[in-house]
């Protein structure tokens, strides 16, 4: 969808400006198999960002030079449901119109993956999707964690067989969550 909505490609700039989400997460990795690099909302190199990703279209943070997708994250939305501006592309009625389906990618695995605003040294492709991590099991995760953290800490995770239970904001870790969802771990950065 990416690719044939955006023309996304390798070296394109992309801001995932979404709360820690499975949809900000699974758009995340889709930008990554098309070799794009994910960037801070507010970090510098957000202006030059091909393609925006967001659940407010209209925010006048955004370059006028970036493609926009609008997201609506409610699990079950069939459209983004509010004002999408002139150009936004609308993820949750888009979405519906494309086949699962997966093609390899001829992308360098040293290609920028994440550059966040701190300043440190970009993460590759191959350091992001090579990272060990042990085992957890069921992992309880609060979405409060910014998604450009989470993302490589997710990775590492799945990449060790766990699975990421993604707690939204101002929901409570109860004891009947835990035991529902059969929580092994609680992870808090």
């Given at each position: 969808?990416l690719s044939?909505?955006f023309s996304l490609?390798?070296?394109?700039i992309?801001v995932v400006?979404?709360?820690s ?6 758009l995340a990795l889709a930008s990554?198999?098309h070799?794009a690099t994910?960037?801070d909302?507010?970090?510098e190199?957000?202006a030059?960002a091909?393609?925006?990703?967001t ?6 943070q955004i370059?006028?030079?970036?493609e ?7 699990a079950?939305?069939l459209s983004?449901?509010?004002?999408l501006?002139p ?9 519906r ?5 997966f093609?390899?990618?001829a992308v ?6 994440i550059i ?5 040294e970009?993460l ?9 991590a042990e085992?957890?099991?069921t992992?309880?995760v609060?979405a409060?964690?910014p998604?450009?953290?989470l993302l490589?800490y997710?990775?590492?995770?799945w990449?060790a ?14 004891e009947r969550?835990?035991?529902?969802e ?7 950065p």
């Amino acid at each position: 969808m990416l690719s044939e909505l955006f023309s996304l490609d390798e070296g394109d700039i992309v801001v995932v400006n979404l709360s820690s989400h499975w949809k900000s997460l699974v758009l995340a990795l889709a930008s990554l198999h098309h070799g794009a690099t994910l960037v801070d909302a507010g970090g510098e190199l957000a202006a030059e960002a091909a393609l925006w990703i967001t659940d407010a279209p209209n925010d006048a943070q955004i370059p006028a030079s970036a493609e926009i997708l609008a997201v609506n994250p409610a699990a079950l939305a069939l459209s983004f449901g509010d004002d999408l501006g002139p150009v936004a592309e609308d993820f949750n009625a888009s979405v519906r119109t494309y086949a699962d389906q997966f093609y390899p990618s001829a992308v360098s695995g040293t290609a920028a993956a994440i550059i966040g605003s701190t300043g440190a040294e970009p993460l590759t492709l191959q350091s992001l999707f090579d990272a060990q991590a042990e085992s957890r099991g069921t992992i309880l995760v609060r979405a409060e964690i910014p998604l450009l953290e989470l993302l490589p800490y997710a990775v590492a995770q799945w990449r060790a067989g766990d699975a990421i239970v993604l707690l939204g904001e101002g929901v409570e870790a109860t004891e009947r969550l835990h035991e529902g969802e059969r929580i092994t771990f609680d992870y808090l950065p």
